[in-house]
């Protein structure tokens, strides 16, 4: 049963399973197979999409205790969910199985700087930056195996995790688009430093790999080799007490820790249309938004409300909301923990008259005068199908640092469409004809005016 926008979300307790709010008891064996490699796809998406972030860094030469960066704001070969192409990414990958690990953190001087720690699962548990745990004065992070009850050194933030593996993404914000502001940037990102705890009084010098311009592949494949990936992640981390019944779940797939994953060619072809259907639903899920204003089509996916009251977690009382979690970490990477101070971020699948947005045809955005943002807003293009920047695009945003042509009140208009408008290139970003697409407007350093609704983004309208 493919599950489709409007349903009532999966809850999954260690009792029963509940699929759209109804028990499902009559079913024959190949399709309670067919449901169950299919909830077991929306379970496992947050830690299938780290895994193959994970291994787009190892295949970039990383290491435990490397950095990947962009020297450059990233093109489409940057391929994780719903990036921008404004601020310099670093990312990195962290294992705690054998011992703590620090993480060093410059203060943010002479560029902005904010990302989070997250675990395996995505859950972010801790802040960088002026919002962050370390205030913007840098610091020392030392991240904690699961169940580790030793005393940590006075100063040092403690970020504890229930699971062995997990990554780190920071936005390092050039003050502007000079190269004088990029450098300040980039020798600010070289001050990371990642390395074991027990290496405190020495800390090893650190690698860093300029990804910019190269393909950094880590979207997560919707095939049966998802399931690859989900079965290596089961072998590497703790069970979850939440996760009792999805563990039985995925032993009906033949999905067991310490146990080779061998489905034959029928099974395979069975979680083939498990991951089809997942990726249905996610898409329903990220097109399904609520207005930010009366009337708007821009607003927050309906997967972000959960998010935000449960710090990503998606559990209440108890039950573990896997419909909404899966469709968050299908479509994104690395949330805050405090979502907002930092940045806001707003959904817009749909144009003005309410159809959704069609790679074929063309639009315009006008971007009124004085954006509540106090460092920079950007509007970014995405593929629906794989939440990253449509490959081999030209480009995939327009932002404030950016030359761009405006009204003289300020105002700018922005184009999307297959071609550009004359003497619009600077204005404009490629969408492909037969691909649908999301735009998504952040605002870095939100303000008050977008806060309280005073100022509102007009609806992305078609042109001829």
């Not at 490699?37 to 299938?48: F, Q, S, T, Y």
């Not at 639009?363 to 995405?382: E, G, H, K």
């Not at 071609?419 to 999301?438: D, E, F, K, M, S």
Request: charged fraction near 20%; charge should be neutral.
């Amino acid at each position: 049963m493919a599950l489709t926008q409007g349903q009532t979300s999966t809850r999954i307790d260690a009792k029963s399973r509940r699929i759209g709010g109804q028990r499902h008891s009559e079913e024959s064996s190949g399709e309670r197979l067919a449901q169950q490699a299919l909830e077991a796809a929306v379970w496992g998406m947050p830690i299938v999409s780290f895994e193959a972030m994970r291994r787009a860094f190892f295949a970039a030469g990383g290491n435990y205790g490397d950095f990947v960066y962009c020297s450059r704001p990233a093109d489409w070969k940057f391929q994780i969910t719903s990036p921008n192409a404004s601020s310099l990414y670093v990312y990195f990958n962290f294992n705690t199985k054998s011992a703590p690990i620090l993480l060093d953190v410059p203060p943010a001087e002479g560029a902005g700087l904010y990302g989070s720690i997250n675990d395996a699962w995505q859950i972010p548990l801790a802040d960088f930056g002026p919002e962050g745990e370390d205030k913007g004065k840098g610091g020392k992070y030392v991240i904690l195996p699961p169940g580790y009850k030793d005393a940590v050194p006075f100063g040092v933030i403690a970020v504890r995790t229930d699971s062995y593996n997990g990554y780190g993404l920071l936005r390092i914000i050039p003050a502007s688009s000079s190269e004088a502001d990029r450098m300040k940037a980039l020798a600010l990102i070289k001050r990371l430093r990642l390395y074991p705890a027990a290496e405190w009084a020495n800390p090893p010098r650190a690698k860093f790999i300029d990804i910019a311009g190269k393909l950094f592949d880590g979207i997560a494949r919707m095939d049966d080799t998802f399931f690859d990936s989900l079965a290596m992640m089961v072998n590497e981390e703790t069970a979850q007490t939440h996760d009792t019944h999805s563990l039985e779940l995925l032993r009906s797939i033949g999905i067991e820790k310490g146990k080779p994953f061998k489905p034959n060619s029928a099974l395979r072809a069975t979680l083939r249309q498990a991951t089809s259907e997942a990726l249905a639903y996610f898409i329903d899920a990220t097109t399904d938004v609520t207005p930010y204003w009366p009337e708007s089509q821009w607003g927050t996916s309906s997967f972000l409300a959960p998010g935000v009251q449960s710090g990503f977690r998606y559990d209440s009382g108890g039950v573990l909301d896997i419909d909404a979690r899966g469709a968050m970490f299908f479509f994104a990477c690395a949330p805050p923990k405090r979502l907002g101070a930092a940045s806001f971020y707003l959904a817009g699948p749909r144009d003005a008259a309410g159809a959704f947005l069609d790679g074929g045809t063309a639009y315009r955005l006008r971007v009124p005068p004085n954006v509540p943002a106090r460092q920079f807003w950007a509007v970014t293009v995405y593929d629906l199908e794989t939440a990253s920047f449509l490959r081999g695009t030209p480009n995939v945003e327009v932002n404030s640092y950016q030359d761009i042509p405006r009204a003289p009140d300020g105002a700018a208009d922005i184009f999307f469409g297959p071609n550009a408008p004359l003497g619009r290139h600077a204005n404009w970003v490629y969408t492909a004809p037969g691909r649908q697409w999301i735009a998504m407007f952040r605002f870095y350093g939100p303000q008050k005016a977008l806060h309280d609704k005073t100022w509102r983004l007009p609806d992305i309208e078609r042109i001829a």
